[in-house]
């Protein structure tokens, strides 16, 4: 996941500087995941109603190439078949792989994009009724997830000191690829 040190509330909001840091984060991220044979796709939900409890948050998704390769079609068609029939704004809206410029800021959206060269945004028009696992869900769908379909809540917990070792291996393998290091030289 990447958040901002401040508070920030959605990538639509965020001011250039951390539109650019983000995006540094997420080209390292692209390299990184590349050298293991995977693509990555990062996932952002904002709902407006809550911008003042959350804060930006992007998932970022390795998937192997076979399932990136057909990820596209799984949101265009989940987006597509989202929410009422009726609606204010377009169901999809094609992104360069930012919802920077395309979604006015405050508005709610999921934005999904594809190794940061295309995507794709919805505006949310219903809070109440939008599912707020919905990219999670398109996703375990596409690599049949045993647990699909099962809220995070009622899924077995993985041990504190598995997450731990998970997060400390991730660093590790992270380092050659942290822009921030070039900053401290």
């Known amino acids: 996941i990447i958040e901002p040190l401040q508070h920030v509330s959605s990538l639509a909001d965020a001011t250039e500087e951390v539109a650019t840091e983000t995006r540094n984060f997420q080209k390292c991220l692209i390299r990184m995941f590349e050298t293991r044979g995977a693509q990555l796709i ?4 904002f ?4 911008a003042s409890r959350l804060a ?3 998932e970022c998704v390795p998937l192997p190439a076979r399932d990136a390769s ?5 949101f265009k068609k989940a987006m597509l078949e989202s929410e009422g029939e009726w609606s204010q704004h377009k169901k999809l809206y094609e992104t360069s792989g930012t919802v920077r410029g395309v979604v006015p800021a405050g508005f709610s959206y999921l934005d999904v994009s594809f ?5 794709y945004a919805h505006v949310i028009e219903d809070e109440a009724q939008w599912p707020s696992d919905f990219g999670r869900d398109v996703l375990e769908g596409l690599i049949e997830h045993p647990d699909a379909g099962i809220p995070l809540a009622r899924r077995q917990k993985e041990p504190f000191e598995s997450l731990q070792k998970r997060v400390l291996d991730f660093g590790q393998a992270f380092n050659p690829f942290d822009w921030t290091l070039q900053l401290q030289v």
């Open 47 to 50: 709902i407006s109603s809550k």
């Open 42 to 45: 990062f996932i952002e939900q």
């Open 56 to 58: 930006m948050a992007i």
């Open 115 to 119: 190794a940061l060269q295309a995507g």
């Open 70 to 74: 057909v990820a596209p079609g799984y």
